[in-house]
């Protein structure tokens, strides 16, 4: 049974930083690229950022370019998002799910960012 589990969200000010975290079980999780998606209130789903397997490579949507940095510990069947010089347009439910573009499996819970002073 795949288990994709969010967290480290939290109330950030504008311009801060935060770093999500998602472990992954049920699959091979360092056979598959991983990748972060988002919603934000009122909006559909969008990915965010995408790390190969062996996580030597990645790819980001223009939004976030140059601000976040995913990352992935295949030991720990983890990625990461590092989220820098965060903008009130940020604000979402972040999710992780393997693939690209399009999530493979049943999406977990999420963890809620909220960016506001």
């Known amino acids: 049974q795949v288990q994709l589990v969010e967290s480290g969200g939290g109330l950030v000010q504008p311009g801060g930083s935060l770093r999500v975290s998602c472990v992954a079980s049920?699959?091979?999780?360092?056979?598959?690229?991983m990748s972060w998606y988002r919603q934000a209130p009122g909006k559909e789903r969008e990915w965010v950022a995408r790390?190969?397997?062996?996580?030597?490579?990645?790819n980001y949507t223009d939004s976030v370019k140059g601000r976040f940095t995913i990352s992935r510990d295949n030991a720990k069947n983890t990625v990461y998002l590092q989220m820098n010089s965060l903008k009130r347009e940020d604000t979402a439910v972040y999710y992780c799910?393997?693939?690209?573009?399009?999530?493979?499996?049943?999406w977990g819970k999420g963890t809620l960012v909220t960016i506001s002073s």
């Open positions: 799910n393997a693939g690209f573009l399009v999530g493979i499996y049943d």
């Open positions: 049920g699959f091979s999780f360092s056979r598959r690229a």
């Open positions: 790390v190969s397997s062996d996580g030597d490579s990645s």
